[in-house]
């Protein structure tokens, strides 16, 4: 069967990682040698919106700091309609941007049309999966960092814990799956007494950002004796609220203290600057392609936040001793046997799951409580 073929027969997340993974084009030509690099970024919200965009701004920042010179950098913020991404993107690909990064799922399509226009502009998508020779996309591995968060909590004997989720996409159910599997394994190893089919209890935002939902959801985990509450929106509202009820957070995208979240053991951050400035060297390299990016501690592309006060030091190096083996390549956070909500084997044992199992992620592990919207 032709791979369209085969990609059609495929459930709808399968389908697109595995197009995500396969379809990779050829090089683009060497940019601007002896000249600067013009990269422009077209943002979803503010750089100061606590989450998502202030974590591609922090990237931003990190390019101009490292290449310096190399680069002119330009960014648009509050793009999130697709009718106004198209106009935006056109106009820096007419203004002859080499370099043009599309930072958000909403952004894909927009991206796509104009990537067709301007063939010897090269174009980068967050977290799409639609590729041109001169269109490639890129995400981080934020579920490493999850596991970790995870295993902190289940260490420090958290076996309650409260998420609010966000949107049901593979990304999102990965990064609570993941949590839910290290907050397993830090409870195994802390020797806490827990209910294995009920660790973490996952309520469900409908939205990357809502202030007012994130705390009222916060709250009710809270009042409900939820031991920790999970952040995962694209604000600090639900760690805050946590915070003032007096229950531990974990915060999500940037350093929550950053935004008033004191009690916050950890974060798990975006550090996209690392992919950001390996896409210019390589541009300007001339070895560029739209060859998918899917990368993680080992390319400094994730992170955890400075731990909190009430972190104990030997937590604290147990946590860290696991994530410099990540950041050597042993990755097991997803290393079978994994067993789903109803008790069905999804990894088998000694397996690990693949990038196209993780990218079109649509089940819950065991010890989660609470079902996936529809």
């Keep these: 069967m032709p791979l369209l073929g085969r990609l059609a027969a495929l459930p709808l997340w399968t389908a697109l990682a595995l197009c995500l993974l396969l379809c990779a084009p050829a090089p683009?030509?060497?940019?601007?040698?002896?000249?600067?690099?013009?990269?422009?970024?077209?943002?979803?919200?503010?750089?100061?919106?606590?989450?998502?965009?202030?974590?591609?701004?922090?990237?931003?920042?990190?390019?101009?700091?490292?290449?310096?010179?190399?680069?002119?950098?330009?960014?648009?913020?509050?793009?999130?309609?697709p009718a106004k991404a198209e106009q935006v993107f056109r106009d820096y690909a007419r203004q002859g941007y080499d370099l043009i990064f599309g930072t958000t799922f909403e952004h894909m399509e927009p991206l796509y049309a104009v990537a067709a226009e301007?063939?010897?502009?090269?174009?980068?998508?967050?977290?799409?999966?639609?590729?041109?020779?001169?269109?490639?996309?890129?995400?981080?591995?934020?579920?490493?960092?999850?596991?970790?968060?995870?295993?902190?909590?289940?260490?420090?004997?958290?076996?309650?814990?409260?998420?609010?989720?966000?949107?049901?996409?593979?990304?999102?159910?990965?990064?609570?799956?993941?949590?839910?599997?290290?907050?397993?394994?830090?409870?195994?190893?802390?020797?806490?007494?827990?209910?294995?089919?009920?660790?973490?209890?996952?309520v469900w935002l409908n939205s990357w950002r809502d202030a007012e939902h994130e705390t009222s959801l916060a709250e009710a985990l809270a009042a409900a004796g939820h031991d920790l509450i999970r952040e995962m929106a694209d604000t600090s509202e639900s760690s805050r609220a946590a915070c003032a009820k007096g229950v531990a957070?974990?915060?999500?995208?940037?350093?929550?203290?950053?935004?008033?979240?004191?009690?916050?053991?950890?974060?798990?951050?975006?550090e996209w600057g690392p992919v950001y400035v390996e896409t210019v060297k390589r541009l300007r390299a001339g070895v560029w392609s739209s060859e998918p990016v899917f990368t993680g501690f080992e390319s400094g592309s994730v992170g955890l936040a400075p731990f909190g006060k009430a972190v104990p030091a030997d937590v604290a190096r147990k946590v860290l001793a696991l994530k410099a083996r990540m950041v050597h390549g042993r990755d097991r956070s997803f290393q079978g046997p994994i067993v789903d909500q109803a008790g069905q084997e999804r990894i088998g044992a000694g397996r690990k799951a693949t990038d196209a199992e993780l990218l079109s992620m649509d089940w819950l592990v065991r010890g989660v409580s609470g079902a996936l919207p529809r």
């Design 28 to 81: 683009a030509a060497a940019k601007n040698a002896g000249k600067p690099t013009r990269v422009a970024f077209v943002l979803l919200d503010s750089i100061d919106d606590q989450g998502w965009t202030t974590a591609h701004h922090d990237g931003i920042e990190h390019l101009k700091r490292t290449l310096g010179g190399a680069v002119q950098i330009s960014y648009t913020e509050r793009v999130k309609d």
């Design 118 to 202: 301007f063939p010897k502009t090269a174009f980068m998508h967050c977290a799409g999966f639609k590729t041109r020779p001169n269109l490639g996309t890129y995400m981080v591995r934020i579920e490493q960092s999850e596991y970790l968060a995870g295993y902190l909590a289940g260490l420090m004997g958290f076996r309650n814990v409260g998420t609010v989720a966000t949107v049901p996409i593979p990304e999102v159910i990965r990064g609570i799956n993941a949590f839910t599997l290290g907050l397993a394994r830090g409870l195994a190893e802390s020797g806490t007494a827990h209910d294995a089919g009920k660790i973490n209890t996952v």
């Design 249 to 270: 957070a974990i915060g999500y995208g940037t350093d929550s203290t950053r935004f008033g979240a004191g009690c916050a053991l950890t974060s798990t951050t975006f």
